[in-house]
């Protein structure tokens, strides 16, 4: 894998370097913090009681699922994967400032045999002639995926990410794609979970701390008869691993990407109903 030169502001470790208590460092795509002032030469994921790991690089957070801070970058990020297998999707999920993401898929024998780009950013989210003209853009492109790779274990994937200065993007993952059950139900609910801090006090003055803001969405899923022990097997398998769920091609904000549960009822002969529930991982 290549990626951007510079991985991070803290800096890479150095043995025997003297290290006040509260410096950052970097190691292995992991930014420590010194709990107390050290000059020694043990690499700092061999040295739990001086170095604590705090975050990975600013580059490699978005590889981090389990991590809600997302990597920050100048206007153009560029990755670059061999995985040696196929690879059927990526996605880039949890953007802001970012305007177009483009894949590549180039074989070393076929040359290059895939490039797709899609658009993300700012559009108009209500429709009318008038704000069609002169209303304000808003923020609506959080993500873009394509599913549609193909098949070439031993291709290069190149990701280009553009946007304007400061662009941010959470995660960006890559895999396979699996595909379960014949549509989704009308019926589909998008939920907030506000972890902000929101009271009065005692004078009726009103305390704010703006805090992380969890979605999740929920949605019925009918599945062929065939396909309940495979689909089991497969929410079990992804227990507490965040994976992208593709609800909707059309609205965006049933697509998460997070941990799923579900309730599979058997309701009829020939196929049952999924009560699938998503919660989002940043």
Not at 23 to 51: E, F, M, Q
Not at 56 to 75: E, R, V, Y
Not at 224 to 238: A, V
């Amino acid at each position: 894998m290549s990626q951007p030169p510079v991985e991070d502001s803290a800096p890479a470790w150095v043995s025997g370097f003297n290290y006040p208590a509260g410096s950052l460092v970097r190691y292995a795509h992991i930014v420590y913090k010194n709990g107390a002032a050290t000059n020694g030469t043990v690499p700092p994921p061999d040295s739990g009681t001086v170095w604590v790991p705090v975050y990975p690089t600013n580059t490699w957070s978005l590889f981090d699922a389990m991590t809600s801070k997302p990597t920050i970058g100048a206007s153009n990020l560029s990755y670059t994967f061999r995985f040696g297998q196929t690879c059927g999707a990526v996605a880039a999920i949890g953007l802001e400032d970012v305007q177009r993401v483009t894949v590549t898929v180039t074989d070393p024998t076929a040359g290059e045999v895939y490039k797709k780009s899609m658009n993300v950013g700012r559009s108009i989210t209500r429709s009318s002639w008038y704000l069609w003209h002169y209303g304000p853009r808003e923020a609506t492109g959080i993500l873009g995926y394509f599913t549609d790779l193909p098949d070439y274990p031993q291709a290069t994937i190149t990701v280009d990410i553009a946007g304007s200065a400061g662009m941010k993007i959470t995660h960006l993952i890559a895999g396979s794609v699996q595909e379960w059950g014949m549509c989704v139900e009308l019926g589909a609910a998008i939920e907030f979970e506000d972890y902000s801090v929101k009271k009065r006090d005692e004078y009726g003055n009103l305390k704010l701390i703006p805090r992380q803001v969890i979605r999740e969405t929920t949605m019925s899923i009918p599945i062929m008869r065939r396909e309940i022990d495979g689909f089991t097997k497969f929410i079990q398998d992804r227990s507490a691993k965040p994976t992208f769920f593709i609800g909707s091609s059309d609205i965006e904000s049933l697509n998460t990407f997070g941990v799923a549960t579900a309730n599979i009822k058997v309701v009829y002969f020939d196929h049952s109903v999924v009560d699938l529930r998503v919660q989002s991982a940043s």
